[in-house]
């Protein structure tokens, strides 16, 4: 796992078939900014010596965070240590923990029914106030159909997707199940499980976790976890999980200014600085999971129970505080 303290960007240019062009690249260091900047001057000219060979190159990083970030580091906010542990600000202003050997697991819910629904009721209302329009030779008639369609689809949506699936298995339930269903069978193993707003997250007690190991795949695989997640998880070679709720659950807006990924000029820092003081008072509010039960007959090991403590203090885990 890496997640770099220090960043720094150089630049060169070059001229090809008699037109100039500029690379930029970002560089990274533990140690200084000074170190940072010598990574970076490295790497531009490593890309420009591509190009001069005639290689086809990038003008610059692709400015990506976690998710697809190309085997470069986390660009995340170090906004804490603990220990192995790290805490970062994500591209869009939650707080998030990145362990190296310690297995988190999301098991996302299936919701797809009631956002399927929710467009059939919304295309429907658009459809009827076009034809409306065209009735009453005026505007209103579509005006008014649409934004009462946006208004009352989303809740609409759940309601006809609920009475669709009267009898059938709740999808948390069937969630869960998978999860039970594994610590039946694996009784050596010890899970804590959290309630999310979209499914379960799980985190893993008993054992510290490589996160290409084959156990540890076979585990998110078995429950069903978010394939992204696992494969990010590779990529970056760590475990993660968001500790404070994401803005949109809470009133806000993604983190600004836009986008959110770290590093940030200078002269936008007060702007920053700014969102995440509104973001602090009205997250205090709220709790990212909740913790439901604990599976299986495992003891819990040292290194898990250090980043259990983190983790269930910076969520609100058992604070019955509503979870975002």
């Known amino acids: 796992m890496i997640v770099p303290e220090f960043w720094a960007e150089a630049k060169e240019s070059v001229v090809i078939d008699g037109k100039s062009r500029t690379y930029k690249r970002f560089g990274w260091s533990d140690v200084s900014e000074v170190e940072a900047m010598e990574n970076a001057r490295e790497r531009v000219a490593e890309a420009a010596a591509l190009a001069r060979q005639g290689e086809k190159v990038r003008l610059v990083d692709h400015k990506v965070s976690y998710n697809g970030a190309e085997g470069l580091p986390i660009r995340e906010e170090i906004i804490a240590r603990h220990g192995d542990t790290v805490i970062t600000r994500n591209s869009y202003g939650a707080l998030c923990l990145n362990t ?92 804590r499980v959290y309630r999310t707003p979209q499914g379960y997250r799980v985190l893993v007690m008993h054992s510290t976790f490589s996160p290409d190991a084959p156990e540890a795949l076979g585990f998110m695989k078995q429950i069903e976890s978010d394939e992204l997640y696992v494969q990010m998880c590779r990529n970056q070679n760590c475990f993660r999980a968001r500790v404070s709720p994401k803005p949109w659950r809470i009133g806000m807006q993604h983190i600004r200014p836009r986008p959110g990924i770290w590093p940030i000029r200078e002269e936008r820092l007060p702007d920053r600085q700014s969102w995440v003081r509104k973001y602090d008072e009205k997250a205090a509010d709220y709790a990212s999971c909740k913790y439901e039960k604990t599976l299986g007959k495992g003891r819990p090991s040292r290194p898990c129970e250090a980043v259990r403590s983190v983790h269930d203090s910076m969520c609100k885990s058992e604070s019955g505080l509503p979870i975002a």
């Open 100 to 191: 190296p050997d310690v297995l988190f697991a999301d098991v996302d819910v299936d919701e797809r029914a009631n956002t399927t629904f929710a467009w059939v009721i919304f295309l429907l209302a658009a459809l009827v106030g076009f034809l409306l329009r065209f009735e009453m030779n005026a505007w209103w008639p579509f005006v008014l159909f649409v934004v009462s369609g946006a208004i009352l689809a989303p809740a609409l949506g759940m309601r006809m997707s609920q009475l669709f699936s009267a009898g059938r298995a709740d999808p948390f339930d069937k969630a869960l199940a998978r999860i039970e269903s594994f610590a039946q069978t694996n009784t050596s193993w010890l899970l």
